[in-house]
């Protein structure tokens, strides 16, 4: 192996599961998450020098793959539905309830468009200045702060409603 390939082997080595955890959540699907990050990464090799060189590669790299998946979302064809499945990993906290929260919070970001969901994975997820972000989604950096204000009002919205509806639901239309 050349000193490209090693720089690239180590690279997915040390940055590929942070990667697949930024697609998952912005696909919802382990597969389309897979398959966005080995694409990604294909198209970079050729130009693994470029990306080596960046201030920091694995932002270049994520920006990439954002890219990548909302101009693939912007073909008419390239509408997969999603179906959210999250893979429930232990943690030291209530499983049931982590799980639940997961769960929850993916049904919420999966109703958002592809463009807000990216924001907000950015955002709140890897911390992405609002430049990186513009940058990644081709946009102006007022428009990312557009994109994740209503992306959170949608979200703040739709749990609100949920949470109306589960909470009215165990009730018998009676008086108490």
Not at 105 to 130: C, I, K, N, S, T
Request: proline letters at 4%; one cysteine or more; glycine letters at 6%.
């Amino acid at each position: 192996m050349g000193e490209t390939s090693d720089q690239f082997a180590a690279f997915v080595r040390a940055h590929s599961r942070s990667l697949y955890g930024t697609a998952f959540m912005i696909t919802g699907s382990p597969h389309e998450a897979e398959e966005l990050v080995q694409d990604t990464l294909a198209m970079l090799y050729p130009k693994w020098g470029v990306v080596a060189a960046a201030d920091a590669p694995v932002a270049y790299v994520r920006r990439a793959l954002i890219n990548r998946f909302v101009s693939g979302r912007r073909r008419a064809t390239a509408h997969p539905e999603t179906t959210w499945d999250l893979a429930v990993l232990p943690d030291a906290a209530d499983v049931a309830e982590a799980a639940t929260d997961r769960r929850f919070l993916a049904g919420l970001l999966a109703e958002l468009p592809d463009r807000q969901r990216a924001a907000l994975v950015m955002r709140f997820v890897h911390d992405a200045p609002d430049a990186e972000i513009a940058a990644a989604l081709g946009c102006r950096v007022a428009t990312v702060r557009s994109l994740t204000s209503r992306g959170l009002a949608a979200m703040r919205s739709r749990a609100i409603q949920t949470q109306t509806i589960t909470s009215g639901a165990g009730r018998e239309g009676g008086v108490a």
